[in-house]
């Protein structure tokens, strides 16, 4: 279905069902509660570990009386061979004779590969490095296991718990909810499940039910929730994708059990709860350190932008007042959350009335369209002064394309992954749009292909989009 059709099914003039408005807000109101909520589930158990690496690797230092360069790398290597590893990864079932083969492997490997670019630089050395590493892989071994068994007291003293939600209230969730409540050395307080048809009923549960899947968002909020563990359930399986995608906005560690688990099958990140496993899921990319890195690239690669094609800038200014009149034109637009902004772009004609820029779908064809617009169209030099909202923040230069308050109650209402692609700030280009989705083209594909883009983020994919962009405009592929 197009945006056509959909044009067509609701009459004009039509507001935003409630219910989007509703569940806008409620991702609003997430949003600053996890900023504003100090979280030190994964920070914690990573400066600890942290510390024991670099206390052990001194302590090793110290006793063998060696120092240098070559020992500062054999620090460094250390630690990106345990980051690499996922060493400082949070865990729930923690024991140092997992850790032993992997921490003893990397020390010994980030020993011999320093000691062997030293001597391939034509420096004196001696075996005091391995030395140094294998001495390293005593104390820290030692440490961690010190370390862990103090987590474990605190857990089991209510010093270091975490509020859980369990979805399904069916037999191995119902079986999940007790181990946790009989183990609190795992860290996970149970507080409830979420099933719209529990197949336990009052008497088989120990935990109440607290809401279907619909209200997931509501109950994430009330009770604090900081884990979802996913357990079978009467639910669609296609239902489960907006509620890990909700867990995601509200910070949430994700947790599920994986199918045919009596076979060993899992994947991920495997963790164990009384020989139940348990597969972490990945944190989603906008919840990464790197994504901090996209906003500082958005602020310097738009100041550049704006300074470089200043000429441009002006003269498509000029032109437009020439044959135009007004130069800019804003238009309401919704981005991260729901929130709307006031979308920058050079004027191609001049509305009608403000009801028509906020609900007319498509211009390409208007007999106002002039000649200077059409040109600023068809090589998306409309979109340059969109960089200002880039710049102030409304955008970012790579995310799913802004839409209309009007159409995206239209389109929430139609599309149930549609609401998704407000999870990130809105783009001046996207994965949808290099792939040829743009104007009148399959809403439901753009939602698609916007969701994909947000689940597989990385900083090498916004540059790939980018390039593709830059391609495209330059070869006047705009619409």
Known sequence: MTAQDVRDLTPSGEQPAASTAKVLDIGRRSERATRSAVDLRGLGLLHLLLAIDVAAWAAANAFIGAFGVGFVALLVGIVLLNAVGGLYAPKLNMSVLDELPSLAGRALAAGAVVTSLRLLAGEEVGARILHVAALYCVLVILSRAAAYSMVRRWRRAGLVVHPTLIVGAGQVGGWVADVLCEHPEYGLRPVGFLDGNPLLGPGQRSLPVLGNSD?????????????????????????????????????????????????????????????????????????????????????????????????????????????????????????????EFDLLKFRSLTPVDEMEGASHWNIATDARLTAVGRFLRSTSLDELPQLLNILRGDMSIVGPRPERPYFVGQFTDLFPRYLSRHRVPAGLTGWAQIHGLRGDTSIEDRARFDNYYIENWSLWLDIKIILRTVSQVAKAGGA
């Open 215 to 339: 209200e997931l968002a509501v109950v994430l909020r009330r009770y604090g929730i900081r884990n979802v563990v996913v357990a079978f359930s009467s639910e669609r399986e296609s239902a489960f994708v907006d509620i890990l995608r909700t867990c995601d906005r509200f910070d949430c560690e994700i947790f599920y059990v994986p199918r045919l688990y009596e076979l060993g099958a899992g994947e991920g990140q495997l963790d164990h709860i009384w020989s139940l496993p348990l597969v972490r899921l990945p944190r989603a990319p906008f919840r990464s350190q790197t994504w901090r890195m996209k906003r500082a690239f958005d602020v310097v690669a738009s100041a550049m932008a704006i300074v470089a094609l200043a000429p441009v800038l002006l003269a498509c200014a000029a032109a437009v007042r020439w044959r135009i009149g007004p130069v800019l034109f804003r238009q309401r637009r919704v981005g991260l959350d729901g929130r």
